[in-house]
């Protein structure tokens, strides 16, 4: 499965803390940019990064990073596929074709006493919800045929 990373973090997470997530050579990772509306997929090589491929996505509808459940905002930091569903699986159509879900919140995000749940990335049968950047209640949406062709990469 692979990392999703919200990537425009610039503030510590908090005072005295720090991270190091290693990213295995030859892997892939997701980096969702709120600011840009774009989901990347990017591949580690033994120098540097390399986007392989971008879809364009929406988010929550709310402006800033989570904290609270049902503030309709996309949280921002490093989260993990925990299950992924298939439309059968899913509670209805408004997830579109499938769902990856995060592990949102993640130990960061308890520490800080940030709370909600259900943040899944998944597609859309709607397409016009993608034009409105800012459309979800705080899932990254994107069309079904770009979720099909990124799963089938992760």
Known sequence: MGVLIFAFIVMPLMANFSATVTIPVDSELIIVSKNEGLLR??????????????????????????????????????????????RNDLPDNSYGAAATILNYPNPIDILLKKTGNGIWIHGTDDIERLSNKKSTRGCIILENKDLLKLRKRI
Request: glycine fraction near 8%; charged fraction near 25%.
């Open 41 to 86: 997929l990017v591949e580690r090589k033994t120098v540097g990064y390399k986007t392989s491929d971008e879809f364009y996505v929406s988010y929550g509808q709310s402006k800033g990073t989570k904290f609270k459940e049902n503030d309709y905002k996309t949280p921002t930091g490093v989260y993990f596929a925990t299950s992924m569903m298939t």
